[in-house]
C-alpha cells in the first residue's frame, strides 16, 4: 500500500497527515492534525480493493456512524469518516500508545496484576459495547493500545464490524491476524454475537497468562480447524501460579459452544471480580490454598488442651491436699493429747 505522508496530503480538506504510525494489510493509519478542531488524530485509510467495493463502502458509512455512539474510556473514540482519493477512511481519537500485541512481544510474559488489570479493562469496554447493542467481531491484541498511565483502549469497532460482512477468504487475505484468535463460530461462517467476543477475549486472556496461545499453526485453515475442533491445555498447566478460579473463567470463555461461555462481557466482568477478591503475594503472585487461620488456631488449641487439663487435675489434687492437711494434724494433736 503507498504511503500518503511523501506528500503530507491534507485529507478531505481538514486532516493534514504528518506522520505514518502503523501499516497493515488492509489500512495505514497516521497519525494527522484536524486543522479544523486543531487537535491530533488517528487517521485510517483502507485499501482500495475495499475503498472500491460498494457493498463494503456502504456498511462501512453505516457502522463508522453506529461506532461513534460508543463513548468509553476503554474505548477509542470514533470522529469522523468519509470518501477521498478513492479511499475510505475513518477518524479516531489519537491515542498514545503502543499496541497490547507489541507488549506482549516485549516482555514475553507480562506480571500476573498488569495481565489482570489489562482484561478487566477490556471487559469494561466490551461490556459497555454488548450493553450497546454492539459485537466488535475481530477482538485482537492488536486492537488494544496501551498508554502511557496503563489504560486500555480497544479500536476498530466500526471497521471490524465492516470487515465481518466480506467473505472468509477474503478476510484472511485482508489480515493474518484475526485467525489467531477467531472463534469456532466465525471460522464456519456464523454470525457473531457477544459470545463470539468472549472466545477472541478468553484467547487474549490465555496468552497474557501463559506467554503462549491456545492454539497456533502457520496455516490459516489448519488454525481455524483448531479453533474449532481441538481442546486447549489447561492453562493452569501452563501457569500453575495462577488461581484455578481464573483458569476455570478463561476455559469457560474458550469453549467450544457460544451458548456455554459468558454470555456477554458484563458478566464475564462479574466472574472477574470474583477472582480479584482471591488474596495476592506482594510479588504479584497468587496465593494458593492459604492455610485457614482459624483452622489452624482451632488445631493448635486442640493440642495444647491435654496440657492444660493435666495443669488443672495437678492443681485441683494440690488443692485438696492443701486443704486435707490441717485435718490431718488436729487429728494427730488430738491422738497425743488423748495418750497423755
Known sequence: MDDLTSSFPIINNRYLITSTIATGGMAVVYKAQDL????????????????????????????????????????????????????????????????????????????????????????????????????????????????????????????????????????????????????????????????????????????????????????????????????????IEINPQIPSQLNEVVMRCLDKDPAKRYSSAGELEKALSDVALLPIREDGLFIENLPNIEEEGDKKLDETKPELKTILLALLALILVGGLIPFWLYVILSLNLTNR
Not at 486543531?38 to 487517521?43: G, I, K, N
Not at 467481531?137 to 466500526?158: H, R, S, V, Y
Open 36 to 235: 479544523t478542531l486543531e487537535r491530533p488524530v488517528a487517521l485510517k485509510i483502507l485499501k482500495k480493493e475495499l475503498s472500491n467495493d460498494q457493498a463494503f463502502k456502504n456498511r462501512f458509512r453505516q457502522e463508522a456512524r453506529s461506532s461513534a455512539q460508543l463513548i468509553h474510556p476503554n474505548i477509542v473514540t470514533t470522529f469522523d469518516f468519509g470518501y477521498d482519493r478513492e479511499r475510505l477512511y475513518i477518524v479516531m481519537e489519537y491515542v498514545d500508545g503502543t499496541e497490547l500485541k507489541e507488549l506482549m512481544k516485549k516482555d514475553k510474559q507480562i506480571s500476573y496484576s498488569e495481565a489482570f488489570d489489562y482484561l478487566r479493562q477490556a471487559c469494561a469496554g466490551l461490556a459497555y459495547a454488548h450493553q450497546m447493542g454492539f459485537v466488535h467481531c475481530d477482538i485482537k491484541p492488536q486492537n488494544m493500545l496501551i498508554t502511557a498511565n496503563k489504560t486500555l483502549k480497544i479500536t476498530d469497532f466500526g471497521i471490524s464490524r465492516a470487515l465481518n460482512t466480506i467473505s472468509r477468504e477474503e478476510q484472511h487475505s485482508v489480515v493474518w491476524g484475526s485467525p489467531l484468535y477467531i472463534s469456532p463460530e466465525q471460522s464456519y461462517g456464523k454470525a457473531p454475537s457477544p459470545a463470539t467476543d468472549i472466545y477472541s477475549l478468553g484467547v487474549i486472556a490465555y496468552e497474557l497468562f501463559s506467554g503462549q496461545l491456545p492454539f497456533y499453526a502457520q496455516d490459516a485453515a489448519e488454525l481455524a480447524r483448531m479453533h474449532r475442533m481441538e481442546t486447549p491445555r489447561p492453562l
